[in-house]
């Protein structure tokens, strides 16, 4: 049986559900733009947000894992110190918030998995301007694109605002 890749899914209807939003990222920092929007979004009717982050698996070696290939200490502390301070801010704003992080080689399918296990209502993502096709197929920054494109619930994409100066 073949799928169209064009196809778009249709969303669920949340309208009715308590806000459980997913704030995820593929390993750049928590922008205050995306917190402020995974705030709002939750904020009503006693809504939560899940802070999700990816540290990047590089690949294997003769296709087995290698332990030369997972991520650094100071990698993985990096995404211990960008969870636990976009929690501190959420709760800050009056949100409860709770996180972790995720080792993969693919993160917009964690991501979604993530989004899926916890019932999430909505995703929002830090995002760079898109790409063509072809460079976006090579990017590891164009994965909220990707997000965005295969899933099943409203995806919140917050892009940086570039000064003219």
Known sequence: MFRNPFRRRPLRDVSQETPKV??????????????????????????????????????????????????????VAEQED??????SRLEALGVEADGHIVVTRT????ILREAACQGCTAIVMGADPRRSWLMASMMWSQEPYRVNRRAGIPVHLICPAFSSS
Do not use: C, M, Y
């Open 22 to 75: 997913l704030i995820a990222s593929e390993g750049r920092r928590f922008s205050e733009d995306a917190i402020q929007t995974a705030a709002r979004l939750a904020r009503g009717h006693g809504g939560s947000v899940r802070v999700l982050t990816v540290a990047r698996l590089w690949g294997t070696s003769f296709g087995l894992p290698n332990p030369g290939l997972r991520p650094s200490k100071r990698e």
């Open 82 to 87: 960008n969870v636990g301070w976009t929690i």
């Open 107 to 110: 993160p917009s399918r964690s």
